[in-house]
């Protein structure tokens, strides 16, 4: 790292990017829902990737949605079952195709080929 570091344009551009991620985790910091997200963080780390579907994650959703998922928790609805109701919604589907789709744009208009892997 101190080889790498001793060229000035990595320097600099390590060093900038230590800026913008301590100023992202800043603004994370400062949100309403940081502890919510933490712990939902927490609970889905106890969970193997291929399960993960079942924990309920509200951070990304609409505000609409997250009011269905208030009602629900208030009728005595499960995280669980909430969570493989969203897991297979429609919605979500499209939602995260369209997120996809940005993504792809992005990398290609950077002209990046990020390689994915599969998880365990």
Known sequence: MVELLSD??????????????AARLSRLQERADYAQAIAALETAHQFPYARL??????QPLPPAA?????????EGQ????IAQMIAHSPLIAAKEAQIEAEDRAFYDEMRLNPTRTEPE
Do not use: G, W
Request: charged share 20%.
């Open 66 to 74: 997250k009011e269905i998922v208030a009602r629900m928790q208030a």
């Open 53 to 58: 579907n079942e924990v309920l994650f509200t």
């Open 8 to 21: 000035p344009v990595l320097q600099s551009l390590y060093h900038n990017s230590l800026d913008v991620h």
């Open 78 to 81: 499960s995280d669980h079952a």
